[in-house]
């Protein structure tokens, strides 16, 4: 599977932003999905997972309660809601697929390009 993140930008800390991610082939449902993020000089983390389903979503701390993970099957995409931004979420976020939950690095099959995401104080 072929994944294009798009979305990123910069925004006022408080702001919002929707990120998205477009995912190529007919067998979007077979993969667990995510979104990760690289800040400068840091290791890429997880921030969200979601399953195959959409049934079920999973958060780093850092974003529960502010980012929402969501799927929409027949469009191949998922989509990262980002509210409430802080600085500290500056980061190229990048989304990521696998088959099985992808809270981990080591659980992503396939990565895509990353997208720039700036927040301003």
């Known amino acids: 599977v072929q994944l294009q993140a798009s979305g990123g930008g910069l925004v006022q800390a408080g702001g919002s932003l929707r990120l998205s991610c477009a995912a190529s082939?007919?067998?979007?449902?077979?993969?667990?999905m995510g979104w990760f993020r690289r800040a400068p000089g840091k290791e890429r983390e997880f921030v969200a997972a979601?399953?195959?389903?959409?049934?079920?979503?999973y958060y780093a701390d850092s974003v529960k309660g502010r980012f929402t993970i969501s799927r929409d099957n027949a469009k191949n995409t998922v989509y990262l809601q980002m509210n409430s931004l802080k600085p500290e979420d500056t980061a190229v976020y990048y989304c990521?697929?696998?088959?099985?939950?992808?809270?981990?690095?080591?659980?992503?099959?396939?990565w895509g390009q990353g997208t720039q995401v700036t927040v301003s104080s």
């Open positions: 979601i399953t195959r389903s959409g049934g079920s979503t």
């Open positions: 082939g007919r067998t979007f449902s077979s993969y667990a």
């Open positions: 990521a697929a696998g088959y099985t939950i992808v809270v981990h690095t080591s659980t992503v099959g396939y």
